[in-house]
Nanobody, 123 residues
């Protein structure tokens, strides 16, 4: 099975920055459509950002302008640069992959999930 491993989660002060990374391995194809989701207790799972194999991006309204998703296809890594972090950004951030972009655009279940990395923002 395809494996996704996230890293970069940490505890930061409000207004700080973090960069999350997701490495994909045991893959069947060179490139996958990728996305970052986040979950926190008592809140619905939210799609934070998605990126196509060609570099087209999609962001949640709550993070657009503060977060940037990018990918390095040669290294099979997708990253999420998070700036101006707020307490509401605290969550488990989970990387996901799929062979079709509409999976993320239409809210369908992705084919592959990572284990998640915790981000905690304190005021």
């Amino acid at each position: 099975q395809v494996q996704l491993v996230e890293s970069g989660g940490d505890s930061v002060q409000s207004g700080g920055s973090l960069r999350l990374s997701c490495v994909i391995s045991n893959y069947y194809y060179t490139n996958y459509f990728m996305a970052w989701f986040r979950q926190s207790p008592g809140k619905e799972r939210e799609k934070v950002a998605a990126i196509s194999t060609g570099g087209t991006t999609n962001y949640a309204d709550s993070v657009e302008g503060r977060f940037t998703i990018s990918r390095d296809n040669a290294k099979n890594i997708v990253s999420l640069q998070m700036n101006s972090l707020q307490s509401d950004d605290s969550a488990m951030y989970i990387c996901a992959a799929d062979q079709k972009f509409y999976t993320f655009l239409h809210g369908y279940e992705p084919a592959y999930w990572g284990h998640g990395t915790q981000v905690t923002v304190s005021s």
